[in-house]
């Protein structure tokens, strides 16, 4: 089944998309590759207008809830593309918030 993002993209053509994969990987409990889940978690933040996704702590190599924050840039050129360029995880716990 393909999810149709409508035009939301990570932030591919920077070392950020390398930060997020490693955060996924490294906290996430799966065996499915982070390219693989990537139109889904697209596809949900766009649905729901949300600049963040969460995963339980059920699939958490620490057993914790971890959320993954961006920030959502429009391109001039092609206002119907956003890019979501991630921020960081867990940024409410280290006291920055989000913009």
Do not use: C
Request: aromatic share 14%; proline share 4%; net charge negative.
């Amino acid at each position: 089944m393909t999810l149709n993002v409508e035009g939301a993209e990570f932030d591919n053509y920077t070392e950020n998309v390398e930060e997020l994969m490693r955060d996924f990987m490294d906290f996430v409990v799966t065996e499915v590759p982070f390219f693989a889940l990537q139109d889904q978690l697209l596809y949900l933040m766009n649905k729901r207008s949300s600049t963040r996704f969460k995963i339980h702590g059920d699939r958490t190599v620490d057993h914790k809830d971890h959320i993954f924050y961006f920030r959502l840039k429009t391109v001039p050129e092609n206002p119907r593309l956003r890019i979501y360029h991630y921020l960081g995880m867990d940024l409410e716990r280290k006291g920055i918030f989000p913009h």
